[in-house]
C-alpha cells in the first residue's frame, strides 16, 4: 500500500518495478526508480574501471555486482530483486545478498 507521498513502504507491493539485463527491481517510489535508471549504466563502467586499476588486471564482468550495488545504495526501504532467465524468476533476493548466496546456486 501506498502512502500519501506515493511511496511503498513494503517492496512486495510495488508497483514501481524496472527491469534490467537479467535482473527485476522494485523500488519504494518513482523518485528512487528513476535515479537507479539515470545512473546504472555510468555506475556498472566505473566499477569495473575501479576494480580493474585494484587489482591491475582485465576484469570482464562486473554488471551484476554493480547493479546489486547501486541499488543498494539508493533503495533504502528494503531490498527486493529478482533474476530473470527467459521471463522466468531464478532466485529472488529478499535482502543484501552476500557472495556466499549468490555463488551457491
Not at 54 to 75: H, M, W
Request: overall charge positive.
Amino acid at each position: 500500500m501506498q502512502n500519501y507521498y506515493g511511496i511503498f513502504l513494503n517492496l512486495q507491493d510495488s508497483t514501481f518495478i524496472a527491469d534490467v539485463f537479467d535482473f527485476r527491481f522494485y523500488f519504494s517510489s518513482a523518485s528512487n526508480m528513476k535515479k537507479f535508471m539515470s545512473r546504472y549504466i555510468d555506475y556498472c563502467e566505473c566499477t569495473k574501471f575501479k576494480l580493474q586499476n585494484y587489482f591491475g588486471i582485465e576484469i570482464l564482468e562486473t554488471t551484476n555486482f554493480a547493479l546489486l550495488s547501486l541499488y543498494s545504495k539508493i533503495e533504502k526501504r528494503g531490498f527486493k530483486v529478482t533474476q530473470m532467465k527467459d521471463g522466468e524468476i531464478v532466485k529472488t533476493f529478499n535482502e543484501k545478498p552476500t557472495f556466499k548466496m549468490i555463488l551457491k546456486n
